[in-house]
């Protein structure tokens, strides 16, 4: 089994994050790509079995500037049959817009035809030990959804 995990961050709190669900992944015998945002392609979902994004909100609820192309590719690429997930860190202070790019980036994979293999995970800044735990069991959830 193949997963692609796919961060953009500004602080260091999305690489964590993909880093927790990338060993999580490579625990369960996942082989395990990790890419930030603007040095991947949307095609590389292709090829994988599980397609990971994690991504920041900034400001009051826009998505990482350096991941709109990505962003509006995923809406247009065909992943009938891939299993994705989602998870993001961001700011609770923005209330409404806390972690707004963890939806957005959701619907687009809806969009794209592929499987929601598990709850999205919004963690407040940086993640804790809960987060953590969440985080494996996302993957978990990952794996046995492309299981099937």
């Given amino acids: ?35 930030e945002i603007s040095q991947t392609d949307v095609a590389a979902f292709k090829d ?6 994690c991504a920041y909100t900034y400001d009051e609820g826009a998505l990482p500037e350096e991941g709109m192309d ?24 923005y209330g409404d817009d806390f972690n707004k790019a963890v939806d957005e980036f959701e619907k687009a994979f809806v969009k794209s035809g592929a499987t929601q293999g598990t709850k999205s995970i919004k963690i407040d800044l940086e993640p804790y030990e809960e987060d953590v735990e969440n985080l494996q069991v996302f993957a978990k959830d990952l794996v046995a959804k492309a299981g099937r």
């Fill in 1 to 35: 089994m193949k997963a692609l995990v796919v961060y953009a961050t500004i602080t260091g709190n999305n690489e964590e994050v993909a880093n927790i669900v990338v060993d999580a992944l490579r625990r369960l015998k996942v082989d395990v790509v990790e890419t």
């Fill in 70 to 93: 990505f962003f509006d590719e995923l809406q247009e690429t065909d992943l009938t049959g891939k299993v994705f997930g989602v998870a993001g860190s961001g700011d609770v202070f």
């Fill in 48 to 53: 994988v079995d599980i397609c990971v994004v």
